[in-house]
């Protein structure tokens, strides 16, 4: 017995999964939902009974200590963590693995495996925690071979400076393991997507993630200082500034590029110390609109609250918050430095001013975070990972999209976009089925909005069914005006709602870089934008 | 008499000068400074006086309407506002400017000039406020023509989105201009460079402008929600978002792009409510160090002060704010949704573990800005542009320069760019001059470091002697880690050493999107980046 591996099937360690009561619990639950007495179960595959195409590549002798053709790395690093990728998974379906998985120590490396790359034509797919859930791991079929490199062996704080405050971290890191070694300084990144577990600092840069903070420093982006990537024509290194008004920022080129002009290897990023003190309350609103109100007029107050998580009442009923009717707030400060009651009680008399109710007995300690609804919210968050493969061998479609928008487009977006997934999930489904929604992160000019849909499923039809589904909600959301995604990541399943958001202007600036960083197209191919751009017309 | 003009050798309209008694006083102080008796004063040029080179383009009959050849315009078109610049007005040294300046109503009038300049094979200076320190907008000379393009007449607010506080304003809008249009909304960009009367949306979206907010919304590229420009290849126009995960910030290309890409013709910014609360004090502190470790304290412990101006002793005397042994702290919050107190009160406590000295009746009333430390400095900080024409005409050599560092590095980077500016000084001018220091901005990471120094300067050679003094500081800036520019921007007078600190790569990408939007590099021609960028070697 070595190390546990984790799932190729699911979220997770191999025999790491839901306890026996949890299961039955939920199993009740969706029956319910679904008005069924029963599910069938699709057993979890196994490694042995997927049969899968040999590798088309051989490793050079210079690189066989550093990669493997091995049939579980293939078959782990085939798919992300979609709802198809799900399903495909459930459905024995690896007719596509890479080839050659790669696990470089360190840049001359990833120099390397690229130079290899570029010999063979070989596709490559950058995997930090191969958590995407929009088949951005997912290598392309139109190409001789894909190798996928692996970052995981990347995964040191390699410096910390606790005088600004930084941390130079390479981008293999995940998170616990990021903070388990930021930890003996007394700082963190305090940077926590839902991914945290497995998801890494170079996947976060690669796809413009976002993290904890429901304000401010939202994404990654506004915590990078600087950085260091290998592309095929060399190393790009920005120096550390914290902030330059010299041209335009490299950096920000990195930010959202999801692989396709190289390989980020390291960053410096800016950390901060635990948090100390610590508010929070919980509000219900009956009018989900008026609390919308609430949550606009607290974003343009400035008061920039950690969290202030808004459920509609669906939302809230299936998160154990509310009674169904109630709209509720989640509203928490956090700091190192001061006690945030003020603040608190300033966004609470916004919240009264929209027919706001909470107690008035709020949470005022040092785990505010763990206790109460914030609490409950956070475990919920956390665990919701975990459910996926007990839902897809339930074949019940189930999954999560976000936009954000600016405020007076919002009320309109959230009511088409509700219909519209609504009514997709009963064409491609026959029933019914749950569309809920939370404003996740806000702006003083819009929010960040978040859907989760379900439906049961035919098992043998899972993936055309979420696909109307999904189809049926970006061409709204795009119609509504929002954007196709505000932390997600674009992949290959945004690709054509992208393609019409971004300025075509752009596109060609995008190709001409592509063209000059990766002249063969071989980095991440079908993510963001494809070979045709390579040569605009003029 | 037409409308008062700008003049063409200094800041503010013809006419508009320093009062008799405000040259007496400033007059003295500089002999006292300089140990002289007393200074000659070149004459302000006038319009007559100056020989223009004839224009070398005709303009076709149908940009007449749009389009001058007249000799002021011309001349006001030639420099910017920095030293060397004024001093070459002074100097009636007008060999080089534009032959054509432009006057577009709107894109399709840009999309025209910029095809007449392609046609013609003219190069292109997009002009704002013309307000740039750094060579900017200054005609480049291995051109066979140079059009100026004036953004003034495009300079309405065209929208204003009351509900997400944002509004759409045309690139050419200056300052007061803006304000002014926003005011009857209740709304403000509160975005208040030195250069404010004059400079534009536009021109500070293409110079990464530094505002008024000493924290978070340091930049104009904080407040950006979207925007249009038009390229040689066509309009780029992005859309409204609060934010987006989706791809690279397109944005973000143009933040910083000095007009090599194209011109910025309109953009949607964020607003706030007129500040209804300020809390302001200011601390003093026997040892600017520790006043500086107060700062980075407040700046890591998030309490976002909108002013927070850290002046060392000898900053603090020539403007009044102390006696020359004190270094001074100028902070003040402000919020149009609640009071500040608290947030001023943990501010002065940090202030105070570090040695700071305050009165403890802190000022915290609606004008807290105009009153006090804060309102005089202020007040020194408009009249400021106002006094170069006055030190040129005495041959006094004057000017800022600006950087950022992180916190760690700031203590060597101010001894050594210090000591090597006021030897520069003193080898150029064979007297010791002054050279003193702000902090402007701070960020968590780090302060933005202005430096501010004079000399007396021989009249004859003003322009060398500058030079070696902006050289020896901008090598030690360099050396010691800091940015060439924290809200300046590069133009051409900062190429050298932005050259250096921009990674390699990130070069290859602009000269490949340059290639792309701008083939024949007729641009902003020498800005940021040349034309031999244009077939990267790979």
Chains 1, 2 share one sequence.
Not at 53 to 82: F, K, M, N, W
Not at 116 to 142: H, L
Not at 382 to 400: H, Q
């Amino acid at each position: 017995m070595g190390k546990p591996r984790r799932k190729f099937w699911g979220w997770g360690y191999e025999g790491d999964v839901l306890s026996p009561d949890e299961i039955r619990w939920l199993e009740s639950a969706w029956a319910k939902q679904f008005r069924i007495s029963q599910f069938e179960v699709t057993p979890t595959p196994a490694v042995e009974e997927i049969h899968l195409r040999p590798s088309r590549l051989a490793i050079p002798a210079r690189l066989v200590q550093i990669c493997t053709t091995e049939q579980y790395e293939r078959l782990l690093h085939s798919y992300g963590y979609s709802f198809p990728d799900s399903a495909r998974k459930f459905a024995r379906d690896f007719s596509n693995p890479p080839d050659v998985i790669a696990y470089p120590r360190n840049e001359q490396d990833v120099l390397a495996l690229l130079d290899w790359c570029y010999d063979a034509g070989a596709a490559v797919i950058p995997f930090g925690g191969g958590t995407s859930v929009v088949g951005g791991v997912e290598p392309p079929r139109d190409y001789p071979a894909v190798v996928t490199i692996d970052m995981k062996r990347m995964n040191r704080v390699l410096e910390i400076d606790p005088v600004s405050q930084t941390a130079l971290i390479q981008a293999g890191t995940p998170g616990p393991e990021l903070e388990r070694q930021l930890k003996p300084g007394g700082l963190t990144l305090r940077f926590f997507p839902q991914s945290f577990e497995y998801s890494t600092l170079g996947g976060w840069i690669a796809t413009h993630a976002g993290g904890h903070f429901a304000t401010l420093h939202t994404h990654i982006d506004d915590v990078v200082e600087s950085l260091q990537a290998v592309t095929p024509i060399g190393m790009m290194e920005s120096r550390r500034f914290p902030a330059s008004g010299a041209g335009p920022d490299p950096d920000r080129l990195w930010l959202g590029s999801e692989g396709i002009l190289g390989i980020v290897t390291q960053a410096w990023v800016r950390l901060v110390k635990q948090p100390a003190f610590r508010s929070a309350s919980t509000v219900q609103f009956q009018d989900f609109f008026s609390a919308v109100e609430a949550v606009r007029a607290i974003s343009q107050a400035a008061l920039y609250p950690a969290n202030c998580r808004l459920l509609d009442p669906l939302e809230a009923l299936i998160n154990a918050q509310g009674d169904g009717k109630h709209a509720v707030l989640v509203l928490a400060f956090e700091s190192a430095d001061h006690p945030v009651n003020e603040w608190l009680k300033r966004a609470l008399e916004l919240c009264a001013d929209y027919g706001g109710e909470y107690d008035t007995q709020t949470i005022n300690q040092k785990d505010a975070h763990r206790s109460g609804a914030a609490g409950q919210w956070r475990e919920r968050f956390l665990r919701m990972p975990w459910l996926r493969e007990e839902l897809t061998a339930r074949g019940i479609i189930s999954d999560t999209f976000e936009t954000a928008i600016t405020w007076e487009r919002f009320p309109t977006l959230y009511t088409s976009v509700k219909e519209a997934t609504e009514r997709a999930v009963k064409e491609a489904t026959g029933q019914p089925g749950v569309v809920s929604c939370r404003l996740t992160h806000i702006y003083p000019d819009g929010p960040a909005v978040y859907f989760t849909f379900d439906g049961l499923g035919n098992k043998s039809a899972l993936v055309d069914q979420f696909w109307t589904i999904k189809k049926a909600a970006s061409y709204a959301l795009l119609k509504a005006g929002g954007t196709i995604t505000h932390h997600h990541a674009v992949g290959r399943d945004h690709r054509q709602w992208y393609d019409q958001e971004r300025p075509e202007v752009f596109a060609t600036a995008l190709g001409a870089v592509k063209s000059t960083y990766d002249p063969k197209w071989l980095l991440n191919p079908g993510v963001l934008i494809d070979p045709q751009r390579a040569s605009p017309a003029r």
